[in-house]
C-alpha cells in the first residue's frame, strides 16, 4: 500500500513538473447510494428463516483530494478518496433493517476528455482497500470478511465553472462474490420461531452512485468568472 503510494505521489510530482500550467488541484466530497449485496438464510432446523434478503440502497458520504493534469483536450485526474457506505437488508422479524457498513479508502486513476467547454467525461480503474466492514456487533456473533484491496471501475462525468463543480460517477466491483458463513444473534431476529439464525452472505460487493462537490485550490482559469464580473461594470 504504502509503495503504491510512494509510486503514485513520484509519477504526480513528474509530471507536475514538466505539465506545471495545466494542473489543477483540489477539494472534493458529497454523497454516494450503494446498490448490492445479499443475504440467504439457513433454515437448519426447520423452524428458522431460509429466504434472500437482497441488498437495499442506502446514502452514504465521502471526501478526499484530486489532482488534473491536462494534455490539450485530455486529462489524467488521480484522486484520493475516504468513503462510507451503508447497505440495509430486510430480514424477517426484525422491527428495523439490517445495516452493514463500510468503511473505505480509494485511489481512482481517471482519465477524461473534455467534450466541450465546462464539460467533462471520464473512465477508468480504482483501488479500494477496505478499512472496516460489519453488522453492528450486538446483532451478529462474528465479523464479515470483505475482499481486501478489490479494483473496481468507474465511469461519469464532470462541469466546472471556475473554482466549483459537480461530479456525477457511477463505481462497479470487478472483484467475485465471496460467499462466507454469517451467525445472527437469534434473539434479535424474532426468536425461534421463524427468526433468523445462522445464514449465509451470499454477496458483499456494493456498487455505488456518487455525486460530488468539486472545489479547485490551485489550477488555470479560476478567476475567469471574476473577470467576466468586472466586464459588466
Same mark, same amino acid.
Given at each position: 500500500?504504502?509503495?503504491?503510494?510512494?509510486?503514485?505521489?513520484?509519477?504526480?510530482?513528474?509530471? @507536475?513538473? !514538466? =505539465?506545471?500550467?495545466?494542473?489543477?488541484?483540489?477539494?472534493?466530497? +458529497?454523497?454516494? %447510494? /450503494?446498490?448490492?449485496? &445479499?443475504?440467504?438464510?439457513?433454515?437448519?432446523?426447520?423452524?428458522?428463516?431460509?429466504?434472500?434478503?437482497?441488498?437495499?440502497?442506502?446514502?452514504?458520504?465521502?471526501?478526499?483530494?484530486?489532482?488534473?493534469?491536462?494534455?490539450?483536450?485530455?486529462?489524467?485526474?488521480?484522486?484520493?478518496?475516504?468513503?462510507?457506505?451503508?447497505?440495509?437488508?430486510?430480514?424477517?422479524?426484525?422491527?428495523?433493517?439490517?445495516?452493514?457498513?463500510?468503511?473505505?479508502?480509494?485511489?481512482?486513476? @481517471?482519465? !477524461? =476528455?473534455?467534450?466541450?467547454?465546462?464539460?467533462?467525461?471520464?473512465? +477508468?480503474?480504482? %483501488? /479500494?482497500?477496505?478499512? &472496516?466492514?460489519?453488522?453492528?456487533?450486538?446483532?451478529?456473533?462474528?465479523?464479515?470478511?470483505?475482499?481486501?484491496?478489490?479494483?473496481?471501475?468507474?465511469?461519469?462525468?464532470?462541469?466546472?465553472?471556475?473554482?466549483?463543480?459537480?461530479?456525477?460517477?457511477?463505481?462497479?466491483?470487478?472483484?467475485?462474490?465471496?460467499?462466507?458463513?454469517?451467525?445472527?444473534?437469534?434473539?434479535?431476529?424474532?426468536?425461534?420461531?421463524?427468526?433468523?439464525?445462522?445464514?449465509?452472505?451470499?454477496?458483499?460487493?456494493?456498487?455505488?452512485?456518487?455525486?460530488?462537490?468539486?472545489?479547485?485550490? +490551485?489550477?488555470?482559469?479560476?478567476?475567469?468568472?471574476?473577470?467576466?464580473?468586472?466586464?459588466?461594470?
Amino acid at each position: 500500500m504504502k509503495k503504491y503510494l510512494l509510486g503514485l505521489l513520484f509519477v504526480l510530482a513528474a509530471t @507536475l513538473t !514538466g =505539465y506545471s500550467q495545466t494542473f489543477s488541484y483540489g477539494l472534493k466530497g +458529497g454523497i454516494n %447510494y /450503494s446498490m448490492g449485496g &445479499e443475504i440467504q438464510g439457513n433454515n437448519s432446523t426447520l423452524s428458522y428463516w431460509d429466504g434472500i434478503a437482497e441488498g437495499e440502497g442506502a446514502l452514504g458520504f465521502h471526501g478526499g483530494v484530486f489532482g488534473q493534469v491536462n494534455f490539450g483536450k485530455f486529462f489524467i485526474r488521480p484522486e484520493i478518496v475516504y468513503s462510507s457506505l451503508t447497505q440495509e437488508f430486510a430480514i424477517p422479524k426484525r422491527d428495523e433493517n439490517t445495516e452493514f457498513n463500510v468503511q473505505t479508502f480509494t485511489i481512482p486513476v @481517471l482519465l !477524461g =476528455y473534455n467534450i466541450y467547454g465546462p464539460l467533462d467525461i471520464y473512465a +477508468g480503474p480504482v %483501488y /479500494s482497500n477496505i478499512l &472496516e466492514s460489519q453488522i453492528p456487533d450486538e446483532e451478529l456473533n462474528d465479523h464479515i470478511v470483505v475482499q481486501n484491496t478489490p479494483i473496481n471501475a468507474q465511469i461519469g462525468a464532470k462541469v466546472e465553472f471556475g473554482r466549483f463543480g459537480v461530479d456525477v460517477r457511477y463505481e462497479h466491483s470487478l472483484s467475485d462474490a465471496e460467499r462466507q458463513a454469517v451467525d445472527f444473534i437469534n434473539s434479535e431476529y424474532g426468536g425461534n420461531q421463524g427468526g433468523a439464525n445462522k445464514g449465509w452472505f451470499n454477496d458483499s460487493r456494493l456498487n455505488q452512485v456518487i455525486v460530488s462537490l468539486i472545489f479547485k485550490i +490551485g489550477g488555470p482559469g479560476l478567476n475567469e468568472g471574476r473577470r467576466r464580473g468586472r466586464s459588466c461594470y
